[in-house]
């Protein structure tokens, strides 16, 4: 099936479908599900090369891939990957995707819109002040940022997850069960979801005169490793804290490991909540002892910034929101129980 055999069998002139194909706003919906479902059906996928030239549009979405020995084994960047996969699936758009050091990222970006290669692109792994926003609101092609940036004014698209009230919420839940000492294992300092995290932890125990205890917190790369190492070393150390805040279900994993070879029982001895990302592989009920978790998918928020860069690409009305802050729900387990004597 071509383009001029759907039009004949359609009876709608080839500008009408390409339009309707490719989300133009003054093809009305009616026409444009109809174009789409006959596309469906019959298997019809236009011509790339001939789209582009007609469009003036690559069809395709561009990523920044950090290259770092941290980033090859991340599952969390992998997971939020899947979910903009399958945005730009359903939408027939392409990935291009540009590997890079981190202190070259801002020139990577300017290449990859000056190429021409992509309608438009996202950045993720935001740090306090990131100038790579600043950059990207110099240039004309489309973008959405996954998080926000602290100390930037909030004039750009972007989603995140309310990660300041998750951890609070999780810190004044453990203060509620009678626990003073909290430890907290983040990911890396410098980038803005630990940055909340650690602020809503401090805001909870503010409210009760306490404060994080710098040799209970640690900032590091969020894998089973870092939270074995940072876990022991807390325990290990003087007055052993008695609950624990771990940025990622992977933390947790080497955190609970540590814990039981100093044979401590989890939800006893030390309590426990992990932020869960929903991976596939790490499921926190799947804990020998089920974690309590702050919940909030990556995969879905992958697919909705898919959708989102998509719409802005294609101008669709009515527009989807500029800002998007997910709230975190608060899902209690077995890994939590009340301070121990």
Known sequence: MNLKELSQMLGL??????????GYPEVNEETRRRVLQAAKETGYRPNRAAQRLATGKAGSIGLIMPISPDHSSDMHFAEFQSGLAEAAILQDFHFVIMPSKAEDEEQAIRWLAASGSVDGYYLAY????????????????PF???????????DYPFLDVD?????????????????KRIALLNGHADLDFAHRRRLGTEKALADRGLLLDPRHTRHSFMGDEQGYRGMKEILSGPDRPTAVLCASTVLALGAVRAMNELGLKLGVDVSLIAHDDE?????????????????????????????????????TTPAPPEQELWKVELVVRASTGPAPP
Do not use: W
């Open 13 to 22: 002139s080839q500008t009408t479908i390409s339009r309707a194909l490719n």
């Open 126 to 141: 935001v740090r306090e002040k990131d100038p790579r926003i600043v950059m990207a609101k110099t240039l004309s092609l």
């Open 144 to 154: 959405i940022v996954h998080g926000r940036s602290s100390g930037l004014e909030l």
């Open 163 to 179: 990660n300041e009230g998750a951890f609070y919420d999780a810190t004044r839940f453990l203060l509620q069960l009678g626990h």
């Open 279 to 315: 991976l596939p592989l790490l499921k926190p009920e799947n804990f020998s002892t089920p974690l309590t978790t702050t919940r909030s998918s990556l995969r879905a928020a992958g697919k909705r910034i898919g959708e989102r860069l998509i719409a802005m690409i294609n101008q």
